[in-house]
């Protein structure tokens, strides 16, 4: 019979053994990357020992595919398009009548920033701008609101404009934007690279407004980016903007953040584009290799977690704050690249990744209790930045809250400790290393999840490079639209239910719709009261005089 003194012993060394076996897959399955400073550890996903060897051809495959991609085969072959956003780094790799372009890019918006900060560009009743206001959705808001937060402040200088974002056609949160802003020295961005997108048509259309109410020629302060020849393009040529800059026909705009997109607030902020896409450029470079490759790797992994059906969510946690809008980038770059109901072949498969997160350590105070404790339907990705401060941020704060340990330390303590835990109860996750946070560093990450993405996808046998749900979104908003001005042409008056009104305009089929509608206008003073009930089928819409409103056409 085992005494307590042998059982405590026992377990010991069994912990021991654990230990050691974690540290033996960790050392073989880590892999750090000197070229652009950054490592990936896998180890404590729980794949199989011969998972490489049983997915070795479709890696190869994989590779081949990206190859061809980068040399201008069409990699989004519903749209008829070549995929060339990893070209922005790299112009070489372009097809030559591309690289010019390309090249000049990057030297139009170094031109730009530097006119507007040092003031041969002025507005009209300012010294020099000095805000810049961004309005664009999706693709063409979440790049630049990363990168600005993440870096923005460290680099603005005397000079660098502080920039702001209208992401949204909410009328109180751009109000609320245009109220924190002097006009008169802010230079507004729009980008859409149809530009027909509504959100960003109708925050450019409340902005305008903004600038004529105090008496400003709003195209003296306006900049586009977007495709030669759309709505916006001609618009703005029309309203004698300032500059119209090209958007490119094969970047899509979850992957644009450095092209136009992104670049132009970049150097208009005062961060050094060379280094943002030299970081991303040799992340290219060794996500190229057919081994050790760590986009691929991370892509396998993502297939391992998920059973190649994205099963399980992707939970970001960068251990850093500069970095809290990474999760926020990368659900619109993994979502809408992965989520497809139909593959290549055109079988229904359903695909997809979840993917949400804000950083550590503060969800340990939120969701990781749900994580280590709830249902295990997910694999968490830990950013780990192993400098305490950012390249050129005061770095002077050497307080330690307890003998030899600072803030810092906790931070790394919080981020391990959360680690074990998960791993205790069979949580997997991987942990992304890089040496410090940098613009380079940055393009290294967005490089990384970009080829990953586009790995991922190959595998699964999925296009990454559109997106027929959001088009399918727009659609139905539309129709809504179109619902609500049949409603109001109407000149109607009297009171009735939702259902007498769908009836009376030929709608039974949009009843719900039509009743939304009415409530939404019943609260914004549209010439339409209500009386509620508890139920809905019985709440009468009562119509009086009407007020005129303004109808925009795109």
Same mark, same amino acid.
């Given at each position: ?21 974690l540290?033996?897959k ?21 794949f ?10 479709d890696s ?10 980068e ?8 749209e ?27 030297r139009?918006?170094?031109?730009f ?5 040092y ?35 460290l ?5 660098g ?13 751009i ?13 507004v ?14 925050g ?6 903004a ?135 055109g ?12 950083k550590g350590s503060?969800?340990?105070h ?14 968490a ?7 305490d401060?950012?390249v ?9 809250v ?6 810092? &330390?906790? !931070?790394?303590?919080?981020? *391990? $400790? #959360?680690?074990? =835990? /998960? %791993?205790?109860k ?8 890089? &040496?410090? !946070?940098?613009?380079?560093? *940055? $393009? #290294?990450?967005? =490089? /990384? %999840? ?7 996808a ?10 027929? $749900?959001?088009e ?5 908003a ?13 000149n109607?008056?009297g ?6 009104l769908a ?5 039974i ?21 209500v ?20 109808n925009?056409q795109?």
């Amino acid at each position: 019979m085992s005494t307590p003194t042998n059982q405590t012993q026992a377990s010991q060394t069994q912990a021991n053994q654990t230990q050691a076996n974690l540290w033996k897959k960790f050392a073989n399955t880590t892999r750090y990357y000197p070229s652009v400073g950054l490592s990936l550890d896998i180890s404590r996903m729980n794949f199989e020992t011969d998972f490489f060897q049983v997915h070795a051809v479709d890696s190869e495959k994989a590779l081949a595919a990206m190859v061809e991609i980068e040399k201008g085969a069409i990699g989004n072959p519903d749209e008829n398009r070549m995929v060339g956003h990893y070209w922005l780094r790299a112009p070489e790799l372009a097809p030559a009548e591309l690289r010019a372009g390309i090249v000049a890019g990057v030297r139009s918006a170094k031109e730009f920033s530097e006119e507007v900060h040092y003031g041969s560009l002025k507005p009209q009743s300012s010294s020099r701008f000095r805000q810049l206001l961004v309005v664009g959705i999706g693709g063409s808001a979440l790049g630049p609101q990363l990168v600005s937060d993440a870096l923005g402040d460290l680099y603005r200088g005397e000079v660098g404009l502080k920039v702001h974002f209208v992401d949204n056609t909410d009328p109180d949160g751009i109000i609320r934007i245009l109220k924190s802003l002097r006009l008169q020295e802010t230079l507004v961005l729009v980008i859409s690279k149809s530009g027909g997108t509504v959100e960003t048509r109708n925050g450019m259309l409340e902005v305008e407004a903004a600038y004529k109410k105090i008496g400003l020629r709003f195209g003296a302060h306006a900049v586009a980016v977007t495709m030669p020849g759309s709505a916006l393009d001609k618009f703005a040529k029309e309203n004698d903007w300032l500059r119209v800059f090209e958007m490119l026909d094969w970047v899509g705009g979850r992957t644009s953040i450095l092209s136009a997109v992104g670049l132009i607030p970049m150097a208009l902020e005062g961060i050094p584009l060379g280094e943002i896409l030299f970081g991303a450029a040799d992340m290219d470079e060794v996500t190229r290799a057919k081994t050790d490759n760590p986009a691929l790797n991370l892509a396998l992994m993502w297939y391992h977690a998920g059973g190649g059906k994205g099963l399980k969510d992707m939970v970001i946690l960068p251990y850093k704050d500069r970095l809290v809008l990474l999760s926020k980038y990368l659900q619109q770059l993994v979502m809408e690249s992965i989520g497809k109901e139909k593959d290549l072949d055109g079988n229904t498969v359903n695909q997809g990744i979840a993917v949400y997160g804000n950083k550590g350590s503060t969800d340990q105070h939120a969701y990781i209790q749900q994580l280590r404790d709830g249902i295990n339907n997910f694999f968490a990705t830990f950013i780990e930045v192993l400098s305490d401060y950012t390249v050129n941020a005061d770095s002077s704060s050497k307080l330690e809250v307890k003998k030899n340990v600072r803030l810092g &330390d906790y !931070l790394q303590g919080f981020y *391990l $400790g #959360t680690r074990t =835990a /998960l %791993y205790d109860k069979n949580r997997e996750s991987i942990t992304i290393t890089i &040496d410090e !946070l940098s613009p380079r560093a *940055l $393009g #290294t990450l967005i =490089a /990384l %999840y970009e080829r990953a993405v586009g790995f991922y996808a190959l595998l699964v046998n999925v296009n990454a490079y559109h997106q027929p $749900g959001v088009e399918a979104g727009k659609k139905a908003a539309e129709k809504i639209v179109d619902l609500q001005q049949k409603l109001l042409s109407q000149n109607l008056t009297g009171s009735f239910t939702a259902v007498e009104l769908a009836q009376k305009i030929g709608e039974i089929e949009s009843v719900e719709s039509l009743y939304k509608i009415l409530l939404h206008l019943s609260h914004n003073q549209r010439g339409v009261s209500v009386e509620r009930s508890q139920r809905a089928d019985q709440d009468r819409f009562t119509f009086g005089e009407k007020k005129e409103s303004v109808n925009f056409q795109s």
